[in-house]
């Protein structure tokens, strides 16, 4: 995975925006307004923040190396993933649906019902 692929992943996702509403470095990826997904765009590493089941975050951390709290986010609910190979594509693009899919949850019911027509 690299940023290309992470961004066309993230755009095919219904109702998806991407935005730069901290400057320039940092691209952010929205649904309804609510982020689900931030990466750097300036950093030597490539990696990203994902939304998470608290008790999943605690997990994945302990089982993967590349996974700690998320930067500069609530450590609580958001899981810094540094991308290095370690861990293959399709377990990082499930974390990512699933960060979507937390987002979704929590939007209003009419919204929630928008995004299955």
């Known amino acids: ?26 691209l952010v990826f929205k649904i309804k307004g609510k982020v689900f997904l931030l990466t750097s765009l300036d950093s030597p590493t490539f990696g990203f923040n994902a939304k998470c ?43 990512v649906k699933d960060s979507y899919d937390l987002v979704v949850a929590s939007l209003p019911k009419k919204d929630r019902e928008a995004l299955k027509s």
């Not at 995975?1 to 940092?26: A, H, I, K, S, W």
């Not at 994945?60 to 609580?76: C, T």
């Open 1 to 26: 995975m690299n940023l290309e692929t992470l961004r066309d992943y993230c755009l095919q996702l219904p109702e998806v925006t991407e935005e730069l509403p901290f400057g320039p470095d940092t």
């Open 53 to 95: 089941n608290p008790e999943k975050a605690v997990e994945l951390r302990e089982e993967y190396p590349d996974v700690v709290p998320g930067w500069h986010m609530n450590k609580k609910h958001w899981n810094t993933v540094n991308v290095t190979g370690s861990i293959p594509s399709e377990t990082l693009f499930a974390w």
